[in-house]
């Protein structure tokens, strides 16, 4: 890489990178989380972030990200399930999951006490396999990090709009039209088809 596509790249990144602490993601509305896709996927998915590590900084390996525990294997049981949250309207949101079914008080015990245990030790995955790690289940159907910001990013406006969705493709993409949004509705897109 010669001298000046380190400078056009150190700039690019130094200026997203400055726009993301600037920006108050706490309440962010739906404008911020698209113009927020289109900065992570250029940072994350796409590698500016690890190329400026590796060949302006002169960093090697990947950063480490700090992560809750990794959702269960998707199951019938299970009707929705998150990983990670934020806060958004005043509320704030961990991982959630909604079950398809009640569960018994020695369940809800068992999974209180690993939350809390899980709490206590955060894990630390590299960069690569926290954007490969499944953060999303709707209905039986899984999308990584990586696939939620190029959803966004790529469907939904944040770099481009595109209601088409292949769904042999990227099953997970009816999966996160079909989602609830942190409001508690549903993202208003009509559902893909296959």
């Known amino acids: ?24 993601l706490k309440f962010a509305d739906e404008a911020l989380l698209r113009e927020l896709s289109a900065r992570l996927r250029r940072l994350l998915v796409e590698g500016s972030l690890q190329r400026f590590r590796t060949e302006v900084a002169n960093l090697r390996g990947e950063p480490l990200i700090g992560t809750p525990p990794p959702l269960e294997p998707a199951s019938s049981d ?18 959630v999951t909604v079950w398809n079914r009640a569960l018994g008080p020695e369940e809800v015990k068992e999974r209180y006490e690993e939350g809390m ?3 206590r030790r955060p894990r630390q995955l590299r960069l690569s396999r926290w954007l490969s790690e499944t ?9 990584s990090r990586r696939d ?12 481009h709009i595109d209601s088409r969705r292949d769904l042999n493709k990227f099953p997970g993409y009816g ?20």
């Open 175 to 194: 999966a996160l039209d079909r989602g609830p949004t942190a409001r508690g509705a549903t993202t208003g897109i009509a559902p893909a088809t296959a």
């Open 135 to 143: 953060c999303i289940h709707v209905s039986g159907v899984t999308a």
């Open 148 to 159: 939620v910001i190029k959803f966004v990013a790529n469907k939904l406006g944040g770099v």
């Open 117 to 119: 245990e899980a709490r």
């Open 1 to 24: 890489m010669d001298d000046r596509a380190r400078q056009d790249l150190a700039e690019s990144v130094l200026g997203d990178l400055k726009w993301l602490c600037a920006a108050d």
């Open 78 to 95: 299970v009707a929705y399930a998150q990983l990670g949250g934020g806060q958004r309207s005043g509320v704030t949101l961990e991982s």
